[in-house]
């Protein structure tokens, strides 16, 4: 279990009496803090694998912002405009959780960082709870009625599990958020596998709809498949890592934080490709601005001037 730890760089546990070193003026004081930061927390390979590729994606937006935004205006997609602006949010807020990991082995930071990883992980359940709506209505799926519908099931959804991980966090002290004393809590292991088992049950519906008579309602698309199946292997991973964890297993740990690295670092790239990236494609928009010329150039909006 060592060597595996220090192979991945992801613990295998916390210490329940890990503290933040002295945050001194003095350089070696620094230096110790920051290296702290970085190496003592998590471990230097943890950190820099959420960080980095969470940053990456958001410098990636970033740089497709200004095409993005002029093929959201030409398209005029209410579903496609509410996503983006969604999955911006998210990653943003999912950034700014991956560079403070080191909070949670903080203990003057325990509810900044309950209150961030509340906020940041309800956001990403919010995207993968609505892309699942929007799958299951199928190729009915479309237009502003849609979109609402969706948004209003999800959002009582997720308020609802906002409200439930706050009473327990807040209010029991139960540790959702945190890595110290892994196994030492059974209530949270016992909310996490709950949670973990609902959206792999979810998913492993879909699947089973898209083997039986009921494929025809779903998307012809094979990306959303192959979406459900990377989604429904990870959760399925998750749970069990959880039901490791629960049993005082040690390997149970790692792998939970392995899956967790996983999602926060991979999972909005992977979604942003899978129904994003298509519609932002920039031959696409040109072909599109060809239709557009030859229509008018044939004068087909002749009729718009005349009164």
């Known amino acids: 279990m060592r060597q595996l730890e220090q192979l991945t760089g992801i613990p295998l546990s916390m210490s329940p009496d890990a503290t933040v070193p002295a945050f001194g003026g003095g350089g070696e004081g620094g230096g110790s803090a920051l290296?702290?930061?970085f190496v003592e927390c998590h471990g230097i390979w943890h950190n820099l694998a959420l960080i980095l590729l969470s940053a990456?994606?958001?410098a990636y937006l970033s740089s497709q912002a200004r095409k993005s935004y002029a093929k959201l205006t030409y398209g005029r997609s209410y579903i496609m405009i509410a996503y983006y602006a969604l999955l911006w949010a998210v990653s943003l807020l999912n950034l700014l959780w991956c560079v403070l990991q080191a909070w949670q082995c903080t203990p003057s930071k325990e509810f900044s960082w309950n209150m961030l990883s509340l906020f940041s992980k309800s956001g990403m359940l919010f995207l993968e709870i609505s892309i699942m709506a929007f799958l299951l209505q199928g190729n009915h799926a479309g237009g502003l009625e849609a979109?609402?519908?969706t948004f209003v099931v999800s959002g009582v959804i997720v308020a609802a599990d906002i409200l439930l991980k706050a009473i327990y966090v807040f209010g029991f002290g139960v540790p959702l958020f945190?890595?110290?004393n892994e196994s030492a809590n059974r209530?949270?292991?016992?909310?996490w596998i709950v949670h973990k088992l609902l959206l792999t049950a979810v998913y492993g519906f879909i699947l089973f709809m898209h083997h039986?008579?009921?494929?025809e309602r779903l998307p012809a698309k094979p990306a959303f498949y192959k979406y459900i199946c990377?989604?429904?292997?990870?959760?399925a991973v998750s749970l069990f890592a959880c039901i490791l964890v629960g049993n005082g297993a040690g390997f149970g740990s790692w792998l939970y934080n392995l899956t967790t690295v996983c999602y926060h670092a991979l999972y909005l790239p992977f979604l942003y490709v899978t129904f994003l990236a298509d519609f932002f494609q920039e031959e696409d928009f040109r072909l599109?601005?060809?239709?557009y010329s030859e229509m008018k150039d044939a004068g087909f909006f002749d009729a718009d001037w005349d009164y």
């Open 56 to 58: 990456l994606f958001v």
């Open 230 to 235: 990377v989604m429904f292997v990870l959760n």
């Open 35 to 37: 290296s702290w930061w």
């Open 212 to 215: 039986s008579k009921w494929r």
């Open 288 to 291: 599109e601005n060809v239709y």
């Open 178 to 180: 945190l890595d110290a």
């Open 187 to 191: 209530v949270k292991w016992g909310l």
């Open 147 to 149: 979109l609402t519908r």
